[in-house]
């Protein structure tokens, strides 16, 4: 999910922020070569073949790339967002490619309005860290999902080290404050088996963000993606290597897919 520069002026919840903030970027998600592509994207679209009369729900979809890999594998989608505009560009997107199993519905992640064990799949990608409180997402999409089912979750990744976590989540803020957290791989792990998950898989990943197109899609205000780069610049050699620092302010970071059934 992800405003303008406006936004800094504005006040509510965090949920109003990320809908203010995502809205009117909406085009620019569903667009985004980062979010449309990707080996996560490849390996889910491997774990859905044969389960055509399976359902899913694609939990914060954002510009829908998990509901556009998945339409072709399952018998129905449910795209489900905070955002109404970006619900609105994902619904358009779905008819432009001639998708008629996807359906939208309006919520968060924390009070999800379906029943329980609704769906044979729930898969996140790249909205987790969007959440207010990522132990009640969990604990909802383990009460609709069926028995069997698994529960695919993406997401950029924290690393263990506190100096790299405590640099990322501050260049993340900056870029766009709705960001809460990205969470450690061992917080992934441990709040999904709390809120009742065994770990059937975890990959980890490296994705590297294209400074100047990461900072447009939100909209990162220019004060805000200057003070990024002042930080960059001023980052220690341990920070410099993790996240593979460029010249441009383009770099590197770590994700993860964890792939859940229900315990």
Known sequence: MSSAASSTAASGSIEDLVARQFGPQAAA??????????????????LLAGHGTARLLDL??????????????????VA????????????????????TNITTAQGVAEALPFED?????????????????????LRHARRVLKPGGRAVFMDVTAPENPLLDTFLQTVEMLRDPSHVR????SEWVRRAEEAGFL?????????????????????????????????????SDEVREHFALEADGTFTLDTLTLVLVPA
């Open 29 to 46: 998600y569903v667009t985004s070569a980062v979010h449309a592509s990707g080996a996560d994207l490849e390996a889910l679209g491997a």
């Open 60 to 77: 914060g979809c954002g510009g829908g790339h998990v509901s556009f890999t998945a339409a072709p594998h399952v018998s129905e989608v």
């Open 80 to 99: 489900y967002d905070l955002s109404d505009a970006m619900l609105a560009a994902v619904s358009g997107e779905a008819a432009r490619r001639g998708f």
């Open 117 to 137: 064990a609704a769906f044979d799949f729930v898969v996140s990608r790249y909205s987790a860290h969007h959440w207010r409180d990522l132990a009640a997402g």
């Open 182 to 185: 990205d969470y450690r791989p």
């Open 199 to 235: 770990v059937e898989g975890v990959t980890d990943r490296r994705l590297r963000l294209e400074f100047e197109s990461w900072v447009k899609r939100i909209a990162t205000p220019p004060v805000h993606a200057a003070a990024i780069r002042s930080l960059q610049d001023g980052a």
